[in-house]
């Protein structure tokens, strides 16, 4: 198994096409393990040079919504009566500490995104 650190872009590029070439390898055999090992290092070089950023948290909690086929109503157990959900989504109101811990039980989100809120838009 010839690895090695991924330092360039032509590294990072050469990596990308070994993956691609060992997509179809079976778990557990030889060619499985060097996959495991490349994807690793290509996703810390990705995490390093490609940095992504958390989503908000009207963001967050609007794409959950939308995978977990929620409802306003559903989410007035955690946030409060539906004018406050929907305060909360337009932006219109701040997330209290009760809602972010809530939302995070609840639904899965991480706690980062729900603590970067985005300003109301003018």
Do not use: C
């Not at 959950?64 to 559903?74: C, F, V």
Request: no cysteine; proline share 6%; hydrophobic share 45%.
């Amino acid at each position: 198994m010839n690895i090695k650190p991924i330092r360039t872009d032509a590294d990072y590029r050469s990596a990308l096409q070994g993956i691609e070439s060992l997509m179809s390898a079976e778990a557990n055999s030889p060619e499985g393990e060097r996959l495991d090992v490349m994807v690793t290092l290509v996703e810390a070089w990705e995490r390093k040079h490609f940095p992504m950023e958390l989503p908000d948290a009207v963001d967050a909690i609007k794409f959950q919504m939308e995978q977990q086929g929620l409802s306003i109503d559903d989410l007035v157990p955690v946030i409060g009566a539906r004018n406050r959900v929907y305060e909360v989504l337009n932006r219109t109101r701040p997330l209290t500490l009760r809602m972010i811990t809530g939302l995070h039980a609840s639904l899965g989100i991480p706690a980062e995104s729900l603590l970067k809120q985005t300003a109301r838009a003018a």
